[in-house]
């Protein structure tokens, strides 16, 4: 067990009402969920004015972090709200994006949802994606030039 709490920022006790609203501001993209430690637990925040698709691929971002051990960025607040990491690695980051989408999305669920013939709206209410997210793990994938290729190569041959 990793010991993971997942809190909004509206669940978060003792913040005063005016930096409530500078956190959960929807304009200000410089974040979306954050994890901290607790003791030996750790802790994700996330801003919960988001759509649902985009509060799970944040959410599961940071788990993504917790379950392949990386460190703890440092958060800075700047003087206009914004809150940034003070010690940003790309690398992390964008494994924790390949886990996150993977989690979400899992190779099975891409070939279900072409196979029942989803269309994108539908599949992304029903595993709770952003359709942003679905595109990058179809792209990604290359699920459909998979199936494409396949339905070519299984016709049968006329003569």
């Known amino acids: 067990m990793i010991g993971v709490t997942v809190w909004s920022t509206t669940q ?3 913040i005063p009402r005016e930096q409530l609203d500078v956190l959960n501001d ?5 974040w979306a969920a954050l994890t901290m430690r607790v003791g030996a637990s750790n802790l994700i925040v996330y801003k919960p004015v988001q759509s649902a698709g985009r509060r799970n691929n944040a959410v599961m971002h940071e788990l993504a972090h917790i379950i392949l051990g990386h460190e703890l960025a440092q958060a800075c607040l700047l003087d206009d709200g914004s809150l940034v990491p003070g010690n940003f690695d790309q690398e992390q980051e964008d494994e924790a994006d390949w886990l996150a989408g993977t ?7 891409l070939m279900s ?3 029942c013939h989803l269309v994108d709206s539908e599949a992304c209410l029903e595993y709770g994606v952003s359709q942003d997210m679905l595109n990058w793990r179809i792209r990604m994938t290359g699920i459909d030039y998979q199936l494409a290729r396949s339905c070519r190569t299984t016709k049968p041959m006329q003569l």
């Open 12 to 14: 978060v006790a003792g």
């Open 113 to 115: 949802i072409r196979e």
């Open 103 to 109: 989690l979400l999305l899992p190779r099975p669920a």
């Open 26 to 30: 929807q304009a200000d993209d410089s």
